[in-house]
Structure formats: C-alpha cells, structure tokens
T-cell receptor, first 115, second 114 residues
Framework: AQSVAQPEDQVNVAEGNPLTVKCTYS??????LFWYVQYPNRGLQFLLKYITGDNLVKGSYGFEAEFNKSQTSFHLKKPSALVSDSALYFC?????????????FGSGTQLTVLP | NAGVTQTPKFQVLKTGQSMTLQCAQDMNHNSMYWYRQDPGMGLRLIYYSASEGTTDKGEVPNGYNVSRLNKREFSLRLESAAPSQTSVYFCASSELRGSVYEQYFGPGTRLTVT
C-alpha cells in the first residue's frame, strides 16, 4: 500500500519570505513523487517530480523540492514567496512506473502568501 | 490544443436522478482517469482507463460507471445520484515521459446532489 501525508492544512507566509510545504510518504518500492498546484476553480497543474537522481528537484514558477529517503519526505520549497503563489498544493506518490492506478494524493495544503 | 476538457462545469441534481459527466482530451494520451475531490481528502481515484477499450476500478468506484468511448473520450455516469456524491469531479489523462506517467487535469465539474 502507498500513502501520502501533508501534515499542515494551512500554511501562511509573508511575501518575500521562504516557504515550505511538507509532505511525507509511505511506499513499498521506489517512490515516484509529484507536486501539483490548484488555483481556485481550476484543475491541478503539475509542478515537479522526483524519479531518481539528484535529491533536489527544480520545477515550475521557482519551486523546488527536496527528496529525503531516510525521512521519507518530499517537502516543497521556494526561496522567496509571492502573493500569486497562494493556492492549494498537493503531494502525490506512485510506487513504481507505468501503472495507471497507483497515484495517491495527499489531502492538500492551502498556502496563503500575505502581502 | 485544448488539453483536457470537461462538461458541464456545474450541475445540480436531485437524489435519484442520473447524469453523465463528459471528458475529452486532444493530446493523444492512452490513459484517462476520473477523480473526485472532497475537502480535507485530496483526490480519490474513481475509475481509470489504461488504454482504449479497457477500464478498471479505482479507490471509490461504488455508485459510478464509466465508458471509454474512444481514445479521446472517457465519460463518468451516475445512475442514481446520492447526496454523498456531492463533490468536484476531475478528469485527467496521461502520457509517458521518460519512465513515468505525468497526468494532465481538466478544469473540473462541480456537482451538488440535493
């Protein structure tokens, strides 16, 4: 079985400050990890993914995520937050590649960047 | 290139009514998915179709049926709607990038069952 936990329902950060959105996962095999962002009344948009290789993954809009195997975490980060980053963020995990069924999403974290 | 499109955007049903949610993609993807999104629960997979002509149950299939009409279209049917099916429904499709399927989502259908 695979699962994802996003321990914070809400994260508030001031504009210009660094932000972190936390994600931990559980999977039996090799994890493939994803971050998606959802703006109000829109579908999810892909931000970045970790498959293998460098533990620091860079994605869209200046976001990056750090894979930590020992802590089974994949936290999303950005050095300097923008008000336009305010959205709902989802972490997702897949156990191995190629199976259409096995993408499990976390419950989401609402990020609010305060001006 | 419209990506993944869904109709309708909003729908209100009475308990017991039926309806079909439509989804189409123009990216020539083989795999398509239906999810529901409920507050505090993230997205849960209802059904998926790995390729044209095949469909499989996901995590929460009860009360739903699907049809993969052709490679482009994947519909979700509620035969007898219940208030518990009030949710936002997302369709997605995926392609293989490298060794991993990357999913693309439609804008969603907001369904209320009274």
């Amino acid at each position: 079985a695979q699962s994802v936990a996003q321990p914070e329902d809400q994260v508030n950060v001031a504009e210009g400050n660094p932000l972190t959105v936390k994600c931990t996962y559980s999977v039996s095999g090799n994890p493939y990890l994803f971050w998606y962002v959802q703006y109000p009344n829109r579908g999810l948009q892909f931000l970045l993914k970790y498959i293998t290789g460098d533990n620091l993954v860079k994605g869209s809009y200046g976001f990056e995520a750090e894979f930590n195997k020992s802590q089974t975490s994949f936290h999303l980060k950005k050095p300097s937050a923008l008000v336009s980053d305010s959205a709902l963020y989802f972490c997702a995990v897949r156990d191995g590649a190629g199976s259409a069924r096995q993408l499990t999403f976390g419950s989401g974290t609402q990020l609010t960047v305060l001006p | 290139n419209a990506g993944v499109t869904q109709t309708p955007k909003f729908q209100v049903l009475k308990t017991g009514q039926s309806m079909t949610l439509q989804c189409a993609q123009d990216m020539n993807h083989n795999s398509m998915y239906w999810y529901r999104q409920d507050p505090g629960m993230g997205l849960r997979l209802i059904y998926y179709s790995a390729s044209e002509g095949t469909t499989d149950k996901g995590e929460v299939p009860n009360g739903y049926n699907v049809s993969r009409l052709n490679k482009r279209e994947f519909s979700l049917r509620l035969e007898s709607a219940a208030p518990s099916q009030t949710s936002v429904y997302f369709c997605a499709s995926s392609e293989l990038r490298g060794s991993v399927y990357e999913q693309y989502f439609g804008p969603g259908t907001r369904l209320t069952v009274t």
